[in-house]
């Protein structure tokens, strides 16, 4: 079962557009029932009795609102007899120049009172921002310049810290230099003495040489003297064997001794003085031979002396050699401190002037919001005299407002007031008279609008006997008259604009039905016209129409 269908009392089309939707309700349902099983028959037909019971209902709320129309009437009339005894109204009002003038000079003191609240509120929200403004600045600028007074007194310990390790390391390296300068010098002096040994010992060597072969040669000579005395000693052996064989001979030959004889003594002689000589001589030769071994024996300590020495000498030079090293590596070692140190002095230095211009920046930060305390001091200034300006403007607009009340008071107890009431009472009469008009041809619209729902009402309850009937009978199709009604009626519903949304919006000064969307377009392009009678209309004359099966 379908729900009730509403529509504004004053559109007599509505209920008329609703029994055709009701009516074409029942022709779909009376065809479908006779295409379908006898279940949806019955169920059809129990919609068309709610339809009926609806259309019942609806004739009894138009009979409703006649009787408010005529009620209405009836007040209108006794507010006629009454607008005569009543006081002046604000229509009534406005048309009093003093009222408007009146009227206009209130709503200019409201609006500059606004105005004062408005500006005493912007001033304490400004003051308040300054405020805090000002603390958040204030300590902010002693944040920084807490934190720029540690930052350069540890700084500045670093940087003491740092001078003091520096001068330290060059002390060090002064020493270190010394001492390279005092190893330099002892290893020049080891050279120049190496050099010295060196030449010394070529020259012992060279002597040595010389001596050992002086040595040969006098050993060769001493060789040969002792060849020498060996050949004397053998002659001279020889000689005496012959000495003895001549004194045998001569014990033999005592008679005279011959030449031969004489010849040999003198070689005898003679031999005898050269095995002396050669003697003499190897005992020089072996007395040179001593004292030249014993020289040799000189030169060969003295050499290994040298040769000690020396080797010292290099042992020494190589230790001053590996010292020297050591020192130069540590003096390298102490110049990359050094200048690693004087490396993080110049950053130290640099971080030292970055936090003095971040100092110098806080202090320009200080002076800017000194400035701006300052603007807004000034503007608080201003404002407090606009404020006191506007306090005074204020207090005249209220003088003057309260004396013009005065005077309207006035004019309303005087005998113009009582013409303008005359006029507004006769004019609300006239008024009072058209609505009555209007809701008696209402009223009478409203009563053909019954009478005419009656009939369809009695129309309808005929369509139900005979579908009914036809259900009762089994259901059959619909003859071709009944599904141009059908056709009919479905038309009906639809709006007659767009041919496709269905009706759900009435005019409710001429009472046409048509889709919201076709009227809401026609209302944004300001064609407000009926489609179907040209008739203007507005928004608050479009009214919601509901149809439902």
């Not at 403004?133 to 002693?142: G, L, M, N, T, V």
């Amino acid at each position: 079962a379908g729900g009730p269908c509403c529509a504004p009392a004053s559109a007599g089309s509505v209920s008329a557009d609703a029994c055709k939707a009701a009516v074409a309700a029942a022709s779909a349902a009376a065809s479908c029932a006779a295409a379908a099983n006898a279940h949806q028959a019955s169920a059809e037909l129990d919609a068309l009795r709610e339809e009926l019971r609806v259309l019942s209902m609806l004739a009894e709320q138009r009979l409703g609102e006649l009787q408010d129309s005529e009620a209405e009437t009836i007040r209108l009339r006794t507010a006629l007899q009454e607008a005569p005894k009543r006081p002046a109204t604000d229509e009534q009002l406005l048309l009093n120049s003093q009222f408007f003038e009146l009227r206009s000079l209130v709503g200019d003191a409201r609006m500059v009172i606004v105005n004062a609240e408005r500006s005493r509120d912007e001033l304490a929200e400004s003051e308040a921002m300054r405020r805090s403004e000002s603390a958040q600045f204030e300590a902010r600028r002693k944040a920084l310049q807490q934190e720029m007074s540690e930052n350069v007194l540890k700084l500045t310990k670093q940087l003491a810290q740092l001078q003091t390790e520096k001068d330290a390391v060059e002390l060090k390296l002064n020493a270190q230099e010394s001492e390279l300068r005092a190893l330099a010098e002892r290893q020049c002096q080891s050279d120049r003495l190496r050099a010295a040994w060196q030449t010394e010992a070529e020259r012992v060597g060279g002597e040595c040489e010389r001596a050992k072969r002086l040595l040969k040669e006098r050993e060769a000579e001493r060789d040969r003297a002792f060849l020498e005395k060996e050949e004397i000693r053998r002659l001279a052996h020889a000689q005496r064997l012959r000495a003895d064989v001549v004194d045998e001979r001569e014990r033999a030959m005592r008679t005279g001794v011959p030449i031969q004889q004489q010849d040999l003594e003198t070689r005898c002689q003679d031999a005898l003085v050269r095995l002396g000589s050669a003697e003499q001589a190897a005992s020089q030769a072996q007395a040179d031979l001593k004292s030249l071994r014993e020289q040799n024996t000189v030169l060969e300590e003295e050499l290994e002396s040298i040769c000690k020495a020396f080797s010292e000498a290099q042992e020494q030079n190589a230790s001053l050699l590996k010292t020297m090293q050591e020192k130069e590596e540590t003096a390298t070692k102490l110049m990359a401190q050094l200048l690693r140190s004087e490396q993080t002095v110049r950053m130290q230095e640099a971080e030292c002037m970055r936090l003095l211009e971040k100092a110098a920046q806080a202090d320009k930060l200080v002076q800017r919001e000194h400035e701006l305390r300052a603007s807004l001091e000034n503007d608080i200034k201003t404002a407090k005299e606009l404020l006191n300006k506007s306090d005074e403007r204020t207090r005249v607009s209220q003088q003057l407002i309260d004396r013009l009340r005065k005077e309207v008071r006035d004019a309303q107890s005087g005998g113009a007031q009582a013409v303008l009431g005359l006029k507004s009472a006769q004019d609300e009469a006239s008024r009072s008279l058209e609505r009555e008009a209007k809701s008696a041809a209402m009223a009478e619209a409203e009563r053909a609008q019954a009478k005419r729902l009656t009939q369809e009402r009695d129309t309808l309850q005929r369509r139900i006997e005979r579908l009914s009937k036809s259900n009762e009978n089994g259901g059959a199709s619909l003859p071709p008259a009944a599904s141009e009604t059908l056709d009919y009626y479905r038309s009906k519903i639809n709006c007659t604009l767009c041919k496709t949304n269905e009706k759900n919006a009435i005019i409710s000064k001429c009472g046409h039905t048509f889709c919201r969307s076709c009227i809401d377009q026609r209302l944004n392009l300001r064609n407000r016209k009926c489609p179907g009678c040209s008739q203007p209309f507005d928004l608050q004359s479009v009214k919601e129409m509901y149809l439902t099966a």
